[in-house]
């Protein structure tokens, strides 16, 4: 699956909010400026790496109650090596006048809202939240008690979970990686820096070439989704070349003790040449 579509199919904690009345009570509701940010991490700024057209505007009056209705049609486009993409069509609709306990009145933010909504839809087809509408999502106390809440929110009942042998980690579309991605919050500790320069050494790239590949100074600067997507990389090669993740997620060769310390996995493995021109050609940096 697109790598781009994977990071950015998880939402962080803050960006969620359960929704506590009406027909969708008990599901989550997601920040549209986190859209907007996750968007931007990935694509770049709106207007540069990613852009949307409003293409229509019905309105619909609702003749019982005296409402009116509107709907918002837009196509969302984002660039990649080869220009702007296909149009991504969405659409999503609000009350311009709403009726309440307290009569009828005009919304103003009505059209905005419609079009947040529309924004919304289409930003879906490219990944954007994809693990809350497919009901994986998780709270930060969830992940961290292995369990999900007694609510069951999403009506899924998962099994028991045992004790793996190594780390591993689910992600959104349900694959499940024999590893764990550490977490980060704004930007990786200087341990989790660390890690990734580690696994750079190991199958052979520079980390000073892997910033320059996430346009950022060092890798230091990384923020959340590019960090998840350097580490996934190179956890990829360096199964190919059969390490494995500890308990304490540092990556040894199977027939190696787990690194204590994470400054003690920090060698120069010698490069099996066989493999090397296979990681020269998928390692893009």
């Known amino acids: 699956m697109d790598q781009r579509y994977m990071s950015l199919s998880e939402v962080p904690t803050d960006a969620t909010k359960k929704i506590q009345a009406g027909k969708l009570k008990g599901k989550s509701d997601i920040n549209p400026q986190w859209r907007y940010e996750a968007m931007t991490e990935v694509f770049g700024l709106c207007g540069e790496g ?9 309105q619909v009056p609702v003749p019982a109650t005296g409402e009116l209705m509107i709907f918002v049609f837009l196509n969302l486009y984002i660039k990649g090596p080869d220009g702007w993409s296909a149009p991504i069509p969405g659409s999503g609709g609000d009350f311009l006048i709403v009726k309440d306990k307290n009569g009828i009145h005009g919304n103003d933010e009505g059209y905005k809202m419609a079009t947040t909504d529309a924004l919304g839809t289409a930003a879906k087809m490219i990944g954007v939240a994809a693990s809350v509408y497919r009901g994986t999502y998780r709270t930060k106390y969830e992940r961290q008690s292995e369990s999900y809440a007694s609510e069951n929110e999403f009506d899924y009942k998962p099994a028991k979970p045992q004790p793996p042998q ?45 910033a320059a590949y996430y346009k950022v100074a060092n890798l230091g600067d990384l923020k959340f989704y590019a960090y998840r997507s350097a580490y996934k990389m190179l956890a990829s090669h360096l199964i190919k070349m059969g390490y494995s993740q500890g308990k304490d997620l540092n990556w040894h060769k199977a027939d190696e003790p787990a690194a204590t310390n994470p400054m003690e996995s920090f060698g120069e493995p010698e490069p099996d040449p066989a493999q090397q021109q296979i990681f020269d050609e998928e390692v893009p940096f």
């Open 50 to 58: 990613w852009k949307f057209e409003i293409t229509n505007t019905i």
């Open 166 to 210: 190594h780390p591993t980690q689910k992600m959104a579309n349900g694959e499940i990686l024999p590893y764990k991605i550490p977490y980060i919050k704004d930007a990786p500790t200087a341990a989790q820096v660390n890690s990734l320069e580690v696994m750079c050494q190991y199958v052979g790239k520079n980390p000073r070439d892997m």
